[in-house]
């Protein structure tokens, strides 16, 4: 399959990660693998190559990796070692798009998330460590009127929700009457937007994933202008 023929997934997609959430066992697993890789890892390898096409667009900065381990399709395997859920395996497909600076700056980026009942694109920069955090913090005040335009931008309003968590109180250094104090309280800039499981499986679904990431370029742009990142 190469990246121009992929342009959307097949329900058997969905079919398996059903199955694997009734059945999540190494077992089974094993037995089922080679549905577990023509009908999950490879199309959603096919769709990392086909955003690849249109991600410079977007940012000539993010990276669409489509090895089997280590590139954007994030592990099937799931890490039991500090979790008291041993299931083995994830029933969901994510896909995320880095930036080129490297799997340890903590960087804005783009996610798909597949799961029956729960899919959904995401964008932006989950809990930052302090330092970034800070340093957004900072240009949000210094710049409220720039930022509150990209957030109430109809472009990005219409196709994103804002989630995320915040914190009680406005953090240290800044007034507790701020006229930015819900955006200075916040620990994560995300953006989401839900869509029903078929909406993956109708014809355009790449270019609509694609527009939704297009949507969030300004808003990402911002993000990484405030911590020194190249966007």
């Given at each position: ?45 096919a ?123 406005v ?11 819900d ?28 527009e ?10 911002f ?9």
């Amino acid at each position: 399959m190469t990246a121009a023929a992929f342009d959307h997934f097949a329900p058997d997609l969905f079919v398996f990660l059903r199955e694997l959430d009734q059945h999540n066992d190494r077992l089974w697993f094993e037995a089922n693998k080679r549905r577990y890789e023509a009908e999950v890892r490879e199309p959603a390898r096919a769709f990392i190559r086909a955003m690849g096409e249109r991600l410079p667009a977007i940012s000539r900065h993010l990276v669409a990796d489509d090895r089997k381990v280590g590139g954007s399709l994030m592990r099937i395997h799931r890490d039991v070692r500090f979790s008291k859920d041993k299931r083995p395996y994830k029933t969901n497909v994510g896909v995320h798009f880095r930036l080129d600076v490297g799997k340890d700056v903590h960087a804005p980026g783009l996610y798909l998330h597949l799961e029956p009942g729960q899919c959904f694109v995401g964008a932006g920069l989950w809990r930052p460590e302090r330092p970034a955090l800070d340093l957004i913090r900072a240009a949000i005040a210094e710049r409220p009127d720039r930022f509150r335009a990209l957030v109430e931008d109809p472009a990005l309003a219409e196709r994103f929700s804002r989630d995320g968590e915040a914190l009680k109180r406005v953090p240290r250094g800044y007034p507790a009457d701020h006229p930015m104090a819900d955006e200075l309280k916040r620990t994560s800039h995300t953006l989401g937007a839900s869509f029903p499981d078929e909406e993956a499986t109708r014809p355009g679904f790449v270019d609509r994933v694609a527009e939704r990431y297009a949507a969030a370029s300004p808003f990402l742009g911002f993000l990484c202008g405030s911590i020194g990142v190249a966007w």
